[in-house]
């Protein structure tokens, strides 16, 4: 399956747990929402994702992606340390330019 290559960095920095650079794919006002929780600016993403791969050790493995205009979604395999794994979620982005503006992730 062809990424586009911002989901690939986005995939890549996730699985090599570098918090810093899964950032830097966001916007600066970027939100996230993930298990009942939202995440705003790339400060408080970055602090959510070294949490969450800290305490779980997440890894993607990408199923399939679509993507109308500034929409996409991925769908990705995500295995770690968290009861249930793997489980199967949805990746739901709204860009601005190559930059992610909103993800949703739900399962």
Do not use: C
Request: no cysteine; glycine share 8%; proline share 5%.
């Amino acid at each position: 399956m062809k990424l586009p290559e911002n989901i690939e960095g986005f995939i890549q920095s996730q699985n090599e747990l570098d918090s810093t650079v899964f950032a830097n794919y966001f916007t600066e006002q970027a939100t996230v929402f993930d298990e009942g929780s939202s995440y705003s600016g790339r400060d408080e993403i970055k602090q959510w994702i070294q949490q969450a791969t800290e305490k779980y050790s997440m890894q993607l493995k990408p199923l399939n992606f679509n993507q109308i205009g500034s929409k996409g979604k991925l769908t990705v395999e995500v295995t770690g340390t968290f009861p249930g794994s793997p489980a199967v979620m949805q990746y739901h982005f709204e860009w601005d330019g190559p930059a992610i503006r909103s993800l949703k992730i739900t399962g």
